[in-house]
C-alpha cells in the first residue's frame, strides 16, 4: 500500500536555527497537508498545497510541494521555543482517498 | 462550536474488557474517523465514516468496532481489550470535498 515516510523522525535545535523536514511518499499525491502536534496535544492543521511546485508561507514556516507531487517539505526559519512539537504530513492514498499519515518529525528547541 | 470532542480523556483497562470510546462533532461534518497514535508510527487509520449509515475500515481495523447512526456522533467500540491496544485515539472529522481534517483532544487508553 501507499507510504508515506518523513525524516528525520527527531531534531534537535538551539532557539534562533533554521529547520527542515522532508516527506516522502511511494505515490503521487493529489494534494498534501501538513500538521502540527504539541507535546500532550492533538494534531492541528497548518496548511494544504495542491500544485505540482507549490510554496506556501506562513510567517517562518515555508511549505513546498514537489514537481512530481511525491515529496513535500516544511522549513521553519529562525526556530522559537513555540515551534516544539512534532510535524506531520499527510496524504489521501490514490485508490481509496483515505489520508494517509506520515511517521512524523520531532522538534526540540533549545532556549 | 465545541468542534470535535472526545470521553472519556483517560482509561484503564483489564485484558478482555470491553468499552465503548465516545465522539461528537458540531460541525456537520459529513467524514468522521478515529485514528490511532503509538510512538514512532505517526497516525494509523482505524475506522472512517463517509456519513451516517456508512462506515469502511482503516489500516488497522481488527478488535475494533464503529458505527455512524447519526451525523454527529461516530463510537468506536473495543470488543475485548488486549495490552496491544494500548495507545492513543483521537477521533477527527472533515468536510466533503476539503481534505483538513479538525481532531478531538484524545483518548489515553491503557490496557493491563
Known amino acids: 500500500g501507499q507510504q508515506v515516510m518523513q525524516i528525520p523522525q527527531y531534531q534537535h535545535v538551539q532557539e534562533g536555527e533554521d529547520f527542515t523536514t522532508y516527506c516522502n511518499s511511494s505515490t503521487t499525491l493529489s494534494n498534501i497537508q501538513w500538521y502540527k502536534q504539541r507535546p500532550g496535544g492533538h494534531p492541528v492543521f497548518l496548511i494544504q498545497l495542491v500544485k505540482s511546485g507549490e510554496v506556501k508561507k506562513q510567517k517562518r514556516l515555508t511549505f513546498q510541494f514537489g514537481e512530481a507531487k511525491k515529496n513535500s517539505s516544511l522549513h521553519i526559519t529562525a526556530t522559537q521555543t513555540t515551534d516544539v512539537g512534532t510535524y506531520f504530513c499527510a496524504g489521501p492514498d490514490g485508490a481509496t482517498n483515505k489520508l494517509i499519515f506520515g511517521t512524523g518529525t520531532l522538534l526540540a528547541v533549545q532556549p | 462550536n465545541a468542534g470535535v470532542t472526545q470521553t472519556p480523556k483517560f482509561q484503564v483497562l483489564k485484558t478482555g474488557q470491553s468499552m465503548t470510546l465516545q465522539c461528537a462533532q458540531d460541525?456537520?461534518?459529513?467524514?468522521m474517523s478515529w485514528y490511532r497514535q503509538d510512538p514512532g508510527m505517526g497516525l494509523r487509520l482505524i475506522h472512517y465514516s463517509v456519513g451516517a449509515g456508512i462506515t469502511d475500515q482503516g489500516e488497522v481495523p481488527n478488535g475494533y468496532n464503529v458505527s455512524r447512526s447519526t451525523t454527529e456522533d461516530f463510537p468506536l467500540r473495543l470488543l475485548s481489550a488486549a495490552p496491544s491496544q494500548t495507545s492513543v485515539y483521537f477521533c477527527a472529522s472533515h468536510r466533503r470535498g476539503r481534505y483538513e481534517q479538525y481532531f478531538g483532544p484524545g483518548t489515553r487508553l491503557t490496557v493491563t
Open positions: 460541525m456537520n461534518h459529513e467524514y
